[in-house]
């Protein structure tokens, strides 16, 4: 009779779909541990990450499908999550990592390393892994902003990450005079960049999200040359300038075929003006993440060490902070289970 009932239920969860990525729970292999006992009935939905932006919604529709099923008389529904991995990157990279996220803008001055700081921590406080690599070789801003001196020790050959507000993080900064220009032509970014996958002891990482310099130069086309990038994030600001600038940067990931996961408007509000975000996902078809509002306290917790996500959640700045980590949780999912079966073949690091 249990058995006929789970039949019964798993056909109701089949109607279920998940929002973000239109199939239903059953069809995802979603539901686990499911136990019928008197009319009782447990289970699990396992998401496709911590940060799911409509996890209440899911557990709702869910609860309600499997109540309707005759001879059910309680429902009890866990959430849990495991985040997909990016098969192209298991089939490429000798790392743990399961989704590369690169955060990129046109121009510099639009707050593209605060965007990817609070992006980092605030994933991390939703409950996934996540490193922070800052790719930024010759102005590498993220151990001021994440309030970092220095590594760990290495371990053996390999360097180990700093680790602030349970991000992993990997800087240039940790290795140069601080006070001395760094002065590299563009072989030895290239090697820099590599050497921060084949050489850093990372762990085990849901998100790696790699803050790119500004502009469409080696940085960039490292990146997209050789490693799988789930997708790359578009920062700008409000005003014209920052988005044509912004434009430029989108068009060179779609050239070297890197998915945009979306566009941040940085900065919005009275001062910049806002809408030209929205305007460029329009124009381009892609998703708008969100705006950040225009706030000092954002600027100060950057300069202290103190991303505004972790400094004052519940900030207006904070909030949207939150709201875009979650909509790039989903939108990453949709990503890498949308992926054709076949991996893409790069240049292997490590």
């Not at 955060?103 to 990817?116: F, I, L, M, R, W």
Request: with cysteine.
């Amino acid at each position: 009779m249990s058995q006929d009932m789970q039949g019964l239920i798993m056909q109701a969860l089949s109607t279920v779909n998940e929002p973000e990525l239109h199939r239903d729970l059953v069809t995802l292999n979603m539901i686990r541990d499911l136990k019928v006992s008197g009319g009782k009935v447990k289970l699990t939905i396992m998401l496709t990450t911590p940060a799911c932006p409509l996890k209440a919604q899911i557990e709702r529709e869910a609860t309600a499908a499997v109540q309707a099923v005759e001879g059910v008389k309680s429902v009890d529904i866990t959430l849990d999550a495991t985040v997909p991995t990016d098969r192209r990157i298991s089939g490429t990279l000798k790392l743990n990592i399961k989704n590369l996220i690169a955060v990129s803008s046109g121009k510099g001055g639009v707050g593209k390393s605060t965007v990817a700081a609070n992006i980092a921590v605030a994933l991390t406080q939703s409950g996934a892994k996540v490193g922070l690599m800052d790719a930024d070789i010759l102005g590498p801003n993220i151990p001021i902003m994440m309030g970092i001196t220095r590594m760990p020790p290495p371990n053996g050959q390999r360097l180990v990450p700093a680790v602030a507000y349970g991000v992993e993080v990997i800087s240039m900064g940790f290795l140069i005079d601080p006070s001395k220009p760094m002065v590299w032509r563009g072989p030895m970014i290239h090697s820099a960049i590599r050497q921060f996958f084949s050489d850093v002891d990372w762990g085990d990482l849901d998100y790696m999200i790699i803050d790119l310099p500004p502009g469409t130069g080696d940085a960039q086309l490292t990146l997209a040359q050789s490693v799988p990038l789930t997708g790359a994030i578009i920062v700008t600001q409000p005003q014209d300038v920052a988005v044509a600038d912004a434009l430029r940067g989108l068009v060179m990931f779609e050239h070297v075929n890197v998915p945009i996961i979306g566009v941040i408007e940085n900065m919005s509000g009275d001062f910049f003006g806002e809408g030209g975000g929205k305007a460029l996902a329009e124009k381009r078809g892609v998703p708008l993440l969100g705006s950040v509002p225009l706030d000092a306290k954002v600027r100060i917790g950057g300069d202290q060490g103190q991303p505004i996500v972790a400094l004052d959640a519940e900030s207006p700045a904070g909030k949207a902070f939150h709201q875009i980590a979650l909509e790039v949780a989903a939108r990453v999912s949709v990503l890498t289970l949308a992926q054709p079966e076949a991996p893409i073949q790069l240049q292997t690091i490590g």
